[in-house]
């Protein structure tokens, strides 16, 4: 070709990153045209609000490509839609030099030194979202225009600062305007250059090859494991493992099938709620591994396409020109039907069946004949009860199957009705098949319902693998209004090493008071927050603020054994009135200093009613405080009852108080 016909947006900085281009691949002569895109003419559309079509800032190019009146078509990156428009590709993808924001303010402020409530102005969702979780208190402001305008802003006084790509910056020769670069997470593709052009143009992508880092980047294959048994693995995906040089694994694969294999192995599973890495992480490290030009493996079990987030997966690693292919697996409801010989479908029973996530929220029922429910181990109750009232029959038949096609598969038959009442606690992974196309292998179990007692603030779903939770708390939690001790704490704070939180309600409440003595949660940035356990660190995030350490054990000895391994120093405890003195004085002994601050009353609740307990099977004490409220309401402790205690400390003063009682009724008789 003798001139290469291209066209670019109108803006200067558009115009920059054409000759920019053209200066890395001097031997090409080219002729270029310039358009206004539909988001340059239309700058009343937000693009924080989520209003923008996709291909806002490319459309006219795109439609010029596709008429054949340009050759190639010159972006940024970021700007691309995904996918792009049928017949058209990118050729070329050209390094960034900068993948930075920086902040452009009046004084040259930097963003710790903006003032409360400052007008902030961004176009992007992912800076404001980096913004807020560092300035909360700012102000943010969705501007659009090319990047002179929106400094103007700030040179105007319309706004306080704005936030701006770096290399634009450095484009423009505008880097004298640059508060400070942030240390904010930016796009994948932020600062890159793309060219694009209509599919099958072989010539075109010969002659930007040398620069271009497309050829050069690795290739993701997702792959499914199966429900767990090496030997339901497919040909395909043992060739792919066999040719990756990273794998990225789940949990439910066999490790050590994997061990075979030369690459580089990377746990990436979660059990119980608990993520080695978060669903976004993960992918950021899929999309590093393929830009230093790895070949990859995802692995997942089951198919990837089955409750796997492979759409998500897909959909980040396109969007971000990473090559992606998928190696199906076999689904685990699959298996299950073949290793209990229960056909899925029945011409005479059957003619659907749905795929359900058990561990959502709001549960699932669709209209299908056969329902196979993944993930619903701690919700069986719950999905029993909701198809129970969707119409479904008491007597539905239930298979539970544990550990799917693995030697320790175990199968349970059950009913819709049974599981409604059942104290069972089943082992995980669990899957449910319900309906009628189990009824041949069908074997009855009777059961009787069971209720249980709780009598402290828990929430009823931890229990209820138990029985039918009956909810009477006997204690009542309330903040110590007013209190001197708790301001001289937090005016203080910066004397400790070690804030130590026992309870969600030391959380709720002392962070009440931090507030309303108008400071927050950055000033605690001198000492090191302590949990005692997952719910009080879920009630620390709530509120803003991560766990330093958080104790292995939810209880007195856990905090007690972690701080073991910490270094001596002074500790701040906001806690109960009627907290035991267990872990002051044994830290103390221990050779740290602890102060003990009273953050919230437990008391008896005004109003309570009783409760038959002859209906109830077991009580539940989540709380020494539980036991005193629940003997001055009854008076004595019921024989022939299992009582489920919160921890060591609760059931030691349980069976103390047992005691006495026994010893005392023993000398009454005498």
Known sequence: MNTIKTIARKSRLSLLQVKEVFKMYPQIEYELKTTDSFGDIHKDISLLEGEAPEDIFTRELDEALKLGKVDIAIHSAKDLPYPLHEGQEVIALLPAFDTTDSLVSRNQLKLAELPNGSRIGTS?????????????????????????ERIKLV?????????????????????????????????????????????????????????????KQGEVTIVGFGPGNPDLLTVAGVKALKEADIIYYDDL???????????????????????????LTLQELLLEAARAGKTIVRLKGGDPSIFAHLGEEVEYLGSNLIRVSVIPGITTASALSA????????????????????????????????????????????IAQKLI????????????????????????????????????VYPTPLVALIGA??????????????????????????????????????????????????????????????????????????????????????????????????????????????????????????VVQLFSSLPKGRILLPRSDKALDIIPSILRESGYTIDTIEAYSNTFPEEVNKVDLRQIETIVFTSPSCVDGFLRLYGTFPENKRFITR??????????????????LHCDIR
Request: aromatic content about 8%; some cysteine.
């Open 339 to 382: 290793c209990s010989k229960i056909s899925l479908t029945h011409r005479f029973l059957s003619s659907s069946v749905a795929f359900v996530s058990g561990h959502n929220i709001d549960i699932p029922t669709p209209d299908a004949d056969t329902l196979v429910y993944y993930m619903g181990a701690g919700n069986l109750k719950k």
């Open 437 to 558: 196309v189990i009824a041949q292998h069908f074997h009855k179990i009777q059961s009787q319902p069971h209720y249980v007692l709780l009598t402290g603030l828990s929430d009823n779903k931890e229990y209820e693998k138990y029985g039918t939770v009956i909810h009477t708390p006997l204690i009542e939690i309330k903040p110590i209004s007013d209190s001197k001790v708790i301001r001289e704490s937090i005016r203080n704070i910066e004397s400790y090493n070690y804030l130590l939180f026992t309870s969600r309600y030391a959380v709720r409440y002392w962070i009440e008071a931090l507030i309303d003595q108008g400071k927050d949660v950055r000033s605690l940035h001198s000492c090191k927050i302590v949990a005692i356990g997952h719910v009080t660190s879920s009630e620390l995030k709530s509120n803003g603020i991560h766990a330093d350490y958080v104790a292995s054990e939810e209880n007195s000895f856990g």
């Open 647 to 664: 921890g060591k400390i609760t059931r030691t003063y349980l069976d103390k108080k047992i005691k006495d009682l026994s010893e005392n």
């Open 253 to 279: 694969i066999d490790k050590q099938y994997l061990n075979q294999f030369s690459s580089e192995k990377v746990y990436v599973g979660k059990r119980n709620g608990k993520h080695s890495f978060n669903q």
């Open 124 to 148: 992007s969702p992912l800076r404001k979202k980096e913004l807020t979780a560092l300035r909360p208190d700012l102000k943010i402001c969705g501007v659009r225009g090319c990047i002179e």
């Open 155 to 215: 040179e105007e006084d319309e706004l306080d600062a704005v936030i701006v790509a770096t290399c634009a910056l450095k484009r423009l020769d505008m880097t004298d305007c640059i508060s400070e670069v942030l240390p904010f997470k930016t796009h994948p593709l932020q600062g890159f250059l793309a060219i694009t052009a209509q599919r099958g143009r072989e010539d075109l992508k010969s002659l930007f090859f040398e620069h271009d880092i497309l050829h």
């Open 389 to 424: 009232i969707k119409g479904l029959s008491f007597k539905t038949p239930v298979l539970l199957m544990y550990n799917v096609s693995m030697p320790d598969q175990q199968s349970y038959y059950t009913t819709l009705e049974e599981l409604t009442n059942s104290d069972k």
